[in-house]
Antibody, heavy 120, light 109 residues
Framework: QVHLQESGPGLVKPSETLSLTCTVS????????WSWIRQPPGKGLEWIGF???????KYNPSLNSRVTISVDTSKSHFSLKVNSVTAADTAVYYC??????????????WGRGTLVTVSS | EIVLTQSPGTLSLSPGERATLSCRVS???????LAWFQQKPGQAPRLLIY???SRATGIPDRFSGSGSGTDFTLTISRLEPEDFAVYYC??????????FGGGTKVEIK
């Protein structure tokens, strides 16, 4: 059974960089797409971006200039960085697997999510 | 940009009743890349339906999806107590690559 686990600081100061890692276990990180999605408290889901196992990326245009997603297949994890955060970036951040070696790919496995609060 | 509009915002029903949830897309999308998720409080979304009508692994057959083009529907034939949750539709094939609807909450009447 594939398992995804998000990790990283739960509190980030405004204007700083939010950094999260998603560790994949129970399956290979290769041959799939890996995505980040976030959900502000009490609100809906927003896709942030994805990375393929080979390193190609695509981001939500609304966040494109502030987001970087990277993958480390040797450690079976992928990471998210969001620069210049504000209170509007406060959300539960989820990582998810895109179940295919080519895009489009449905999101079949999700992590449990981690709450990141932006506050001084 | 593709916008997904879900209706109603809230659906108040009793266990055993039929639930019909709508997802309208601002421009035609391939039904191959339309999905539905269920989310319960404090939990991650769970994939129910992909390709507009294919049930994900382990999903009971009381859940069914249909539609094409710009209009898609999730139907729960007979609501079980564990089905009361928020449901999101999602397209994952067109620019800007992935978008979610705003959600429909199915609550106990």
């Amino acid at each position: 059974q594939v398992h995804l686990q998000e990790s990283g600081p739960g509190l980030v100061k405004p204007s700083e960089t939010l950094s999260l890692t998603c560790t994949v276990s129970g399956g290979s990180i290769s041959s799939y797409f890996w995505s980040w999605i976030r959900q502000p408290p009490g609100k809906g889901l927003e896709w942030i971006g994805f990375i393929s196992y080979s390193g190609s990326t695509k981001y939500n245009p609304s966040l494109n200039s502030r987001v970087t997603i990277s993958v480390d297949t040797s450690k079976s994890h992928f990471s998210l960085k969001v620069n210049s955060v504000t209170a509007a970036d406060t959300a539960v951040y989820y990582c998810a697997r895109g179940q295919s070696s080519s895009w489009p790919a449905r999101f079949d496995y999700w992590g449990r999510g981690t709450l990141v609060t932006v506050s001084s | 940009e593709i916008v997904l509009t879900q209706s109603p915002g809230t659906l108040s029903l009793s266990p055993g009743e039929r639930a019909t949830l709508s997802c309208r897309v601002s421009q035609s999308v391939s039904s191959s890349y339309l999905a539905w998720f269920q989310q319960k409080p404090g939990q991650a979304p769970r994939l129910l339906i992909y390709g507009a009508s294919s049930r994900a692994t382990g999903i009971p057959d009381r859940f069914s999806g249909s539609g094409s083009g710009t209009d898609f529907t999730l139907t729960i034939s007979r609501l079980e107590p564990e089905d009361f949750a928020v449901y999101y539709c999602q397209q994952y094939g067109s620019s800007p690559t992935v978008t979610f609807g705003g959600g429909t909450k199915v609550e106990i009447k």
